[in-house]
C-alpha cells in the first residue's frame, strides 16, 4: 500500500478520498488554490500545497504543478477525482513518465472511451449493444440529415466529445435538424473544441441505468446497477441503487455486458458503464444499450457503497498499488436500497440559476451519510460547481430509504445561500418516483408543481418575523417581551409585516399583501393559524431562518443598503448569474438589435445566451471572454435611447 498520496481535486469528492486515506492509514497531500486557502479538504489533508489562482485553468488543471508538488512532498501516487484531470489521458502519461502513480485507468483505456463514437464502434464489436444511430466519420449536415432520417425521428444529436449533458439537442422532425445540428456543432465547438456529432435514436420514456465496474486491467467485476433516472436537462438529481423493479435476470445480463465492456479495454480501477434504458414496458432483455463510459469514480458512487458494503475508494487505492481484485463476482451481494440527493446553492424559483453566498449556518442530520466539501462559514464561490453536499440515505427497503432520504432533507439546514432542498424534499414525495416510476422526463413533465413547492411559504415567512423580532429563542423571549412594544414593523430584504404581540407565546403577523397569520409558540414548538408546524427557527450571523421543508432566511434590513435593481434599466445588460463569461459578440459602435445576442456566459455547466433587451447601439463592452463575474455584473451598456436616436 502506498505510504503517501496527493488528491488533485477539490471539495467533497477530495474529502471523501482523504477520509478513506485516513482509515488505511496513507497519508495525504491537498492541493488548492486561491479561492480554497482555507477549505475543508485542505484542513483534512495532512499536508497541502497552493497551487495558483482560482481559476481551474490556473490551479487543479495545471498537471505540471500538480505532478511538481507530488514530487516535493514525496507522494507515490495522484487520485484526481471527478471532473478536472480525471478524465485526461494526457495528464496519466505525465504522470506515470514522473514515476508515479494514477489512481485510475491506463490513458490507453481513457482514450478508448474519450470520444462517443469510437467508444460506441469498440462496444459493438465486444458485443455490447449500443444505441441504435450513426457513429461514423462523415460530419456532412445533408448526409447527417439522411442518417436521421433512416434512423426514424425523433433523434438526438450528439456531441462525440460531449460531456456533462452538452452538446446535445433533441429533434422531433426533420424541418428542426439543420438548426438543431448547427447549435448542437457550435456548443461542442465552444466547449469541447470538437464539433463533431453522432446521432442516435431517442429513446421514448428512457431511464439511466448504469453499472458500476471494477477491473485490475485483465478482468473485471460489476458491484450491480444505479438509476439515475431523475435528471433535470440530462444532469443528475436523485439516484438510487438498485434499480426499482430491476428483475434479476436483467441484472445479471447487463451487469456482464457492463463486465464485457470493461475488460474490451483492460480496464483497471473503477468506471461506469451507462445505459439508456427503454421503460416503456418494463426492463427487457433487448431494451438497453451503451450510452458511454466514465473512465473515473462517479459521483453517485455512494449508493452503490451502501448496497454492497463495499468501500470504492479503498478498492480503488488497493489495485492501484498493485494488490488483486478485492472480491470475485459471486462475493457480492445487494443489501436494501440507497438513495443520493445533490443538494445545490441554486435558486430554483428563479430557474435553477447557480447561487453564491457564505453559509451563515450549516447543519446537516446525523442519520444520513453527507459527504461535504464545506463548514460553516465557508462560501460557495463563482469559480467552481455550487454543489453543498450529498445527502445518502439507506434502508433495507426502497420505500424505508426515501422516507429516510426525505427526513434527512428537510433536517437539512442551510442558511447563507438559497439551496434547491425544497425540490429536493418535493422530488421525495412525488407519487409517480415514491411508486418506482422513474423515467428522465419526470421532472420535466413535472416541473412547475415541484417548483412551486419551493417557493417561499407564508406560514414559514410568519415564522421568520417572529424570529426577527426576538421571540423565537425561549431563553431570551420571557423577559424581554414585556419590555417590547406590543405592535411593530419588522423588515427584512425583500419585505415587510406587522407584528402584535397578543399574550404570552401567541403573535398575530399581518404580512405585506394585507393576510394575517396567527403564530403560537410553546418551547420549540410551534402553531401557525392553528396547525402544529415540524419549523425550527434558527437566529444566525446572517439573520432568522425557518428550516423543516420550505425553508428561508430573512436577512434583516440594513437602512444603509441602496436598492440597486433595475438601475441599469434597458440599456445595461447585468449578468443573470454568477458564470464564465464564454464570449462577448458585440463590439462598441455596434448596432443591435432587441433579442440579438450579446454573451454567452457558462454556468452549472450550461450556456446562457444573454440578449439585448431592445434596439440600439452598444457603447461600452464591460467584460471579455474568459472573465468571471458575480451575479449582477455590468457586462453591455447601450447607449442611451436619446443618443442612439
Ligand atoms: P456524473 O454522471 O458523475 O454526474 P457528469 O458528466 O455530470 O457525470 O459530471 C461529473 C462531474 O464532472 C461534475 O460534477 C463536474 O465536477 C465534472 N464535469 C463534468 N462536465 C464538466 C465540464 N464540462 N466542465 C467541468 N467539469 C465538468
Ligand atoms: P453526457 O456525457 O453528457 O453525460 P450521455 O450520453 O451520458 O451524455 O447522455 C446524458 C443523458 O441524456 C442521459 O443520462 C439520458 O438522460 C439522455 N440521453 C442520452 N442518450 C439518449 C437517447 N438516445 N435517448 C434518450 N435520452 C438519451
Ligand atoms: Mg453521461
Redesign the pocket.
Known sequence: MFQKILIANRGEIACRVIDTCRKMGVATVAVYSDADRAARHVAMADEAVHLGGPA?ADSYLRGDAIIRAALDTGAEAIHPG???L?ENPDFVDAVEAAGLVFIGPSAKAIRAMGLKDAAKALMEKAGVPVVPGYHGDNQDAGHLAKQAERIGYPVLIKAVAG????GMRRVDDAKDFADALASAQGEART??GNPDVLIEKYILQPRHI?VQVFGDGVRAVHLFERD?SLQRRH??VIEEAPAPDMPPEIRKIMGAAAVRAAEAINYKGAG?I?FIVDGSDGLREDGFWFMEM?T?L???HPVTELITGVDLVEWQLRVASGEALPAKQGDLHIRGHAFEARLYAEDVPAGFLPATGTLAHLQFPDAARIETGVRPGDTISPW??P?IAKVVTYGPTRAIALRALETALVDTEVAGSVTNVDFLIALTRHEGFRKGEVDTGLIGRDLDDLVAAAEPDPRAVALGVVGLAGLADPQSRGGVTLWQPLRRTVSWDGGEAVLEVQGPGAARVTLGDGTAHEVRWQGDRWWVDGALRRNRIVTHDAGVSVFGGRSLTLVPRDPLDVDTSGAGGDALTLSPMPGLVKSVHVEAGQAVKAGDRLAVLEAM?MEHSLTAARDGVVAEVLAAAGDQVEAGAPLIRLEEEEAAA
Not at 163 to 166: T, W
Open positions: 481551474p471527478y471532473g478536472f480525471s460531456g456533462g449533458g452538452k466547449a469541447f448504469e439515475c444532469q443528475k461506469t451507462e466514465n473515473r462517479q459521483v453517485e467552481y460547481d454543489m455547466k
